[in-house]
């Protein structure tokens, strides 16, 4: 298998369909959900957690063929490796992008193991030949995000469109060496105003001159 190419998929109001109805098409669901698509559903069954959100779009019947093609995005969750196979292949002749849980011969994408702390957010993935090892990991990556991470981010955006009023872009040197120089530590302990010191001398903006940001 080739190497995979990462993307962060922006599926804000745009339709996704997940097949089955399961606890794994639960779990689907809640991260479609949760990046804001459109999730629609098609399963003869559904458990509560499908069936009671409002939501979701259930239909309640088996897979159409050709259906698929109304989606910019599938998932298939079923135990009928026949469906997998149908929905695999309309989605290819639709251009549509699509996965199949635990079975990699019917998908077109695959979905990290992805470890979160507001908005940052660590990818795991291993090509699709364990998942184990990407839930593993991102248990671990859960462990080091537990703290100071989101407020670093905080703190980095403000600067950097600081820096991008000041200079025209945001692309300069220093960033890579004010993050060696332990900033995460700085917030960690609540020095925010020393972490940002340390973070504007790095990149060579003062800090005394304001500096009006865009919005």
Known sequence: MSATYAVNLDLSGRPALVVGGGRVAARKVTGLLRAGADVTV???????????????????????RGEVASYRLAITATDDADVNAQ?????????????????????????????????????????????????WLRRRYERELSAGYDQLLDLLSEVRAEVRAAKGTSEVAGWDDALDADLLGLVRSGRINDART???DSLGIDDTVPTEVAS
């Open 42 to 64: 098609v399963s003869p069954t559904a458990v509560p957690e499908i069936a009671d959100d409002p939501d979701v779009r259930w239909f309640q019947r088996p897979y159409q």
């Open 87 to 135: 929905v695999a292949s309309d989605a290819d002749s639709a251009g549509v992008f699509v996965n199949s849980a635990d079975d990699p011969a019917n998908c077109s994408f695959t979905l990290p193991a992805v470890a979160r702390r507001g908005d940052v957010q660590v990818a795991i993935s291993t090509n699709g030949r364990s998942p184990a090892l990407s839930r």
């Open 198 to 200: 340390v973070l504007l």
